[in-house]
Nanobody
Framework: QVQVVESGGGLVQPGGSLRLSCAASTSITGLYSMDWYRQAPGKERELVAAISGTGRTNYQQSVKGRFTISRDNAKNTVYLQMNSLKPEDTAIYYC?????????????WGQGTQVTVSS
């Protein structure tokens, strides 16, 4: 079973920055994709950013130009650098690692880390 642990959340003022980390208990090399989702109170979970096994990135329109997803294969860690944070970015942020094998795709989720943007 793959363990996924997020960290780096906290309270930040509008305009501030945070860097979230997602540490995996196994190698992330060869994964199909590594994604960051978020869920705000009363709302559905939504995809924020994704990075594929080939390094291609994809962002939700509302975070383009402010958030950057990256990975460090040597550390088995995926990052989400969040700049120019807005109150509407407040949510629990979840990391999802997706593997692909003969039996199909499999998701591994972390427990989430709270991000609060408030003055």
């Amino acid at each position: 079973q793959v363990q996924v642990v997020e960290s780096g959340g906290g309270l930040v003022q509008p305009g501030g920055s945070l860097r979230l980390s997602c540490a995996a208990s196994t190698s992330i090399t060869g994964l199909y994709s590594m994604d960051w989702y978020r869920q705000a109170p009363g709302k559905e979970r939504e995809l924020v950013a994704a990075i594929s096994g080939t390094g291609r990135t994809n962002y939700q329109q509302s975070v383009k130009g402010r958030f950057t997803i990256s990975r460090d294969n040597a550390k088995n860690t995926v990052y989400l650098q969040m700049n120019s944070l807005k109150p509407e970015d407040t949510a629990i942020y979840y990391c999802n690692l997706v593997s692909r094998g003969p039996s199909g795709y499999r998701d591994y989720w972390g427990q989430g880390t709270q991000v609060t943007v408030s003055s």
